[in-house]
């Protein structure tokens, strides 16, 4: 909790580990902090609007563009046909078009850029889609499974095995499952979830006197972007430049599918030579953009008598959309996840990814890894429930080892493993056996109001699984005032990454925060960046930042050790001073000074690359993680069986961030993954009309994120104190996703309160998201006789 990890904030205190506040804060909730639609418009700015697929499937035949060109304020409607390079913003396949060419792909799909005098008018041009285009109706795929069994993906299946046994694993698989002493089988379907940044999808592009271009675009992967307008519109990657100051949040959505709205604000500021803004409203940002992949699964385990798992076989099957996008890197992560925390001897993975007309699925947080890890926690409890054992002694019997049972199915080992002590002091400090008693005997006297209890695990693997991201660079600036100016790869979304980036420098350069200041993404500063995402934000920046300072540092050293006579590795910066072993000392700002006048470099670039990363994307096998981040969450709910309402009555959270970079921080992300994680698999639906493929829930009115009032009053979060075993900065660790695996406890403690209206060993059919009326589906199936 936020008493147990704050620190001083004192000038002289170490800026490393202690609880600061987001460099942002202030200017957060005065409602100063610019984002891009905050950014002046010069005069004669232009606002575009898209114009969208009135069906999921057709051929294009036509757009009446004089139709469009007449309305009020239009300027110029631009078309497939007016992109100069390749019609193209796949962020690794080449499969996704900026607009629509030939094929209407989903509906929502954007056709057509309406560019107007004002906002308004470009949208309800836009919205005149319906009776310009033309085309001629398809059928559509709509359902997962269907575009499964026709053979239909956007990439070639996936599959990986594991056996003990010598020669074929898949057979070995095989085998250890006919022999196993119990089988279970069965179905699991896990919606997909909306990204609802606070701040939709915006791009606003301003030509330059050279002929290049400078895009302010809300995005976590500016140099993708500047990559992506630079190949539409035939220019090289130095006459585009990408800026983005902050996000409004991000989650995942504005890591690749922020490239259609760029390209296309471009594409028009390119053609007029002036300045277009492009600003989705949320309808049409849902209706167009992709989200988290929803995923049906097939599973069969066997087991023994304690619950060990013999052999799991699990199929998966992704909702990709129509296109590509990031679905292979989704789905890797989701393969590479489903041991979660256990050791499976025996198993066999198979992964799909359906084409369906769709928007194309992308990243979320978790990347598939939420999807993977899920669906053995289900297996877990219907094998536990077969058994009428405890969930969590089952949970138990098949934790990963320390010196034996520690390699993952995919062959990294587990070097790290602190699940099972993370795990007894949560499972200790939540009095999770004696509310178990408690939960029991309150259900067996109460038939109407049903409580359950769940206390689940995460394990969860940093790194981007394509090895070549995980790298990033950084500069600092040192001024003669001893003031800092740092610029990193890295893209602030809320989550307190140039906090923590500027609490590295201060803390290397032994100056207050007030002192360093992180200036804007550009990809004009720092070049060929990677997204920030897969959680490595604060990994790589904050080493590459501590790299530049590290360099400045040693040269101010070097420097003054020379005229005190004394080694520059004794030198201490702390306090705003540089202090020697002798207690002489000058101050930081006297020694820049100092320095250069005496032609010291000032500034200087850092780099860093993850070490130690090799995979091997054919067999699925290797060293895709640095190392792993646990956690673990116990949480209780209050089921009401005739409304199919629920409470969350408490809720613990144990979480292991490595050393903190910034408790409170991490403290804030835990809790806000938790309760999206919560979100996704309970209130969160997704509904798409089964014929027009439309998609029904696009709005906040008719898709319901968690609010303050879904958190509990009891909500008890701390920190596992364990520093990393690896070197990242500071021997902390990521924490923008693994926290949300831990809102699996929520949906689990569902089913345990579902299973207390049936018999012993009742399997209660539950699909996620958990709504009320899936809630009262289960309790009905329960019931029956």
């Not at 940044?197 to 992967?221: K, R």
């Not at 409470?647 to 804030?668: E, Y």
Request: one cysteine or more; aromatic letters at 6%; charged letters at 15%.
């Amino acid at each position: 909790m936020f008493s147990s990890a704050t620190a001083s904030t004192t000038p002289s205190a170490p800026t490393v580990g202690a609880s600061l506040p987001h460099e942002s804060a202030l200017l957060h909730v005065a409602g100063r902090a610019h984002y891009t639609d905050d950014i002046p418009e010069p005069v004669g700015t232009l606002h575009a609007a898209l114009g969208l697929s009135p069906v999921a499937h057709g051929r294009l035949t036509g757009i009446d563009l004089d139709l469009l060109r007449a309305q009020p304020g239009v300027v110029a409607v631009f078309t497939a046909a007016d992109i100069p390079g390749p019609n193209d913003c796949g962020p690794i396949i080449h499969d996704d078009p900026i607009l629509a060419d030939g094929v209407l792909r989903y509906l929502g799909q954007p056709v057509f850029v309406v560019v107007a005098r004002e906002r308004e008018q470009a949208r309800r041009a836009a919205a005149l889609a319906k009776s310009a285009i033309q085309f001629e109706a398809l059928k559509p795929v709509l359902c997962l499974r269907d575009a499964h069994k026709a053979g239909d993906w956007v990439l070639p299946p996936m599959h990986l095995a594991r056996s003990q046994q010598p020669g074929d694993a898949a057979l070995g698989v095989a085998q250890a499952m006919a022999t196993a002493p119990h089988r279970l089988q069965g179905s699991f379907s896990v919606g997909g979830q909306e990204q609802f940044y606070l701040e939709g999808q915006i791009s606003f592009a301003l030509p330059q006197d050279d002929g290049g271009l400078h895009i302010h675009c809300s995005t976590q992967h500016p140099s993708e972007m500047q990559a992506l307008v630079a190949h539409a519109l035939k220019l090289a990657n130095h006459q585009v430049q990408v800026s983005c100051r902050r996000m409004g949040g991000g989650f995942g959505g504005k890591e690749s599918q922020s490239a259609l709205f760029a390209c296309a604000a471009a594409l028009a500021a390119r053609r007029l030579g002036v300045p277009v803004k492009l600003r989705l409203d949320r309808d049409d940002d849902f209706l167009i953009t992709g989200r988290r992949h929803g995923f049906e699964f097939d599973w069969a385990v066997g087991f023994d008598d304690a619950g060990h798992l013999l052999a799991l076989e699990v199929s998966l099957l992704g909702d990709a959309g129509h296109s590509a996008d990031l679905s292979a890197p989704v789905l890797t992560r989701a393969i590479c996840h489903v041991d979660n925390a256990y050791w499976l001897p025996e198993v066999s993975m198979h992964g799909y990814l359906p084409r369906t007309n769709r928007q194309s699925n992308t990243a979320f947080r978790g990347f598939g890894g939420p999807q993977g890890a899920l669906i053995t926690e289900i297996v877990i409890d219907h094998v536990a429930r077969a058994l009428q054992l405890d969930t969590l002694a089952v949970r138990r019997a098949n934790w990963y080892g320390t010196q034996s049972h520690n390699t993952t199915p995919y062959g990294q080992v587990v070097t790290d493993n602190v699940i099972e002590p993370l795990t007894y002091e949560l499972a200790s400090s939540s009095d999770y056996a004696r509310r178990r008693s408690a939960i029991a005997q309150f259900n067996a006297t109460s038939p109407v109001l049903k409580k359950g209890l769940a206390l689940t695990p995460v394990k969860f693997g940093i790194s981007f699984n394509v090895n070549h991201f995980n790298q990033a660079g950084a500069l600092v600036h040192v001024y003669l005032d001893g003031s800092v100016l740092v610029n990193h790869g890295g893209t602030e979304m809320g989550q307190g990454l140039n906090t923590k980036v500027a609490q590295v420098v201060a803390h290397e350069l032994g100056l207050p925060m007030a002192r360093v200041r992180c200036s804007a993404t550009d990809t004009s500063k720092v070049a060929n960046t990677s997204a920030t995402a897969a959680s490595t934000g604060a990994d790589l920046n904050g080493k590459a930042a501590q790299n530049a300072a590290r360099q400045i540092k040693d040269r101010l050293a070097a420097h003054l050790a020379a005229q005190w006579q004394v080694p520059a590795q004794d030198l201490r910066f702390e306090g705003g001073q540089v202090v020697a072993p002798d207690g002489r000392q000058i101050g930081f700002e006297a020694l820049v000074s100092q320095a250069y006048v005496a032609r010291v470099q000032l500034w200087s670039d850092g780099f860093y690359a993850t070490p130690g990363l090799h995979w091997d994307r054919q067999t699925l096998t290797g060293r895709p993680f640095y190392y792993f981040a646990y956690g673990a969450a116990c949480a209780e709910v209050l089921l009401d069986t005739l409304t199919g309402e629920w409470q969350l009555a408490r809720a613990d959270l144990l979480h292991d961030v490595g050393r903190s970079l910034n408790p409170a921080i991490d403290i804030g992300q835990i809790e806000g993954g938790f309760v999206q994680g919560m979100g996704w698999l309970t209130t969160e639906e997704l509904v798409w009309h089964p014929t027009s493929g439309k998609l029904l829930s696009h709005a906040p009115s008719t898709y319901k994120i968690p609010t303050a009032n879904d958190v509990p009053a009891a909500l008890h979060t701390r920190l596992f104190n364990n520093a990393n075993v690896e070197d990242s900065i500071h021997r902390s660790k990521a924490v923008g996703e693994p926290p949300l695996l831990l809102g699996f406890a929520v949906l689990l403690a569902l089913r345990d309160a579902v299973a207390a209206c049936g018999p012993a060993g009742a399997q209660p059919p539950l699909s996620a998201p958990a709504t009320p009326e899936a809630l009262l589906r289960a309790v009905d199936a329960v019931r029956a006789p």
